[in-house]
């Protein structure tokens, strides 16, 4: 079964509105998760490490105030993008490992359509 | 960053035919992974190989990590095979846990 839980896996919604996407660890605890966009018929590209405990780490060319990332705890991160435009329409999927040098384990993903 | 190329990028194959799938990256990874993304977005872990060589079914996978390459094998390929392989490295010296992904092979498996 599932080992990561992502929430919710399909969203539509207005142009100015934030929209938050939960990823869950459901047996294992994650100190470390990560969060990736993916474009149609292009692969997935890291937005960024998120830190239970502290400030995620963003990748180059990702707006920190437009996606908002929150390590609430060891199994829980959630990512806010704040007044989404159509443009920020996208696929965008968690991953957690469950320790160094483990496999990452995936979650199934949300669409996103800003209308 | 460590880079990841994938080859092909398309791949169109009759069912039944054999494929071999070639992941290259530029350093040294403590963490291969091959998955296959379905129409859903999906993505289904495959191998987890950071080295060696594992099979599951008709599926394969070898990395030689020295030589900073991994191949996935799919046998006797059936139609429901279709959809996008992803090559995804973590390197060493990234810690060892961000994962980057290639850009991913397209196999369409014709009936």
């Known amino acids: 079964g599932a080992v990561v839980s992502q929430h919710p896996s399909w969203v539509i919604c207005k142009s100015g509105t934030s929209v938050k996407i939960e990823c869950r660890s459901l047996?294992?605890?994650?100190?470390?998760m990560f969060w990736y966009r993916q474009f149609p018929k292009q692969s997935l590209m890291l937005m960024a490490t998120s830190n239970e405990g502290s400030k995620a780490t963003y990748e180059q060319g990702v707006e920190k105030d437009k996606f908002l990332i929150n390590h609430a705890s060891l199994t829980l991160s959630t990512l806010t993008v704040t007044s989404a435009h159509p443009e920020d329409s996208s696929f965008y999927i968690c991953?957690?490992?469950?320790?160094?040098?483990?496999?990452?384990?995936f979650g199934d993903g949300t669409r996103l359509s800003i209308l | 960053g460590i880079q990841v190329e994938q080859s092909p990028p398309d791949l169109i194959l009759q069912e039944g035919a054999n494929s071999t799938l070639r992941c290259n990256f530029s350093d040294s990874v403590n963490n291969l992974q091959w998955f296959h993304q379905n129409p859903w977005g999906q993505l289904i872990n495959l191998f987890y190989?950071?080295?060696g060589t594992k099979q599951n079914g008709r599926l394969s996978a070898t990395t030689v990590a020295t030589e900073r390459y991994s191949l996935l094998y799919i046998s006797s390929s059936q139609t429901t095979d279709s959809g996008v392989y992803f090559c995804?490295?973590?390197?060493?010296?990234?810690?060892?846990?961000?994962?980057?992904f290639g850009a991913g092979t397209r196999l369409f498996v014709k009936a």
């Open positions: 991953s957690a490992p469950r320790g160094r040098g483990q496999p990452q384990h």
């Open positions: 995804a490295v973590a390197g060493l010296n990234t810690g060892g846990f961000k994962t980057i």
């Open positions: 190989i950071p080295s």
């Open positions: 047996d294992f605890q994650a100190t470390t």
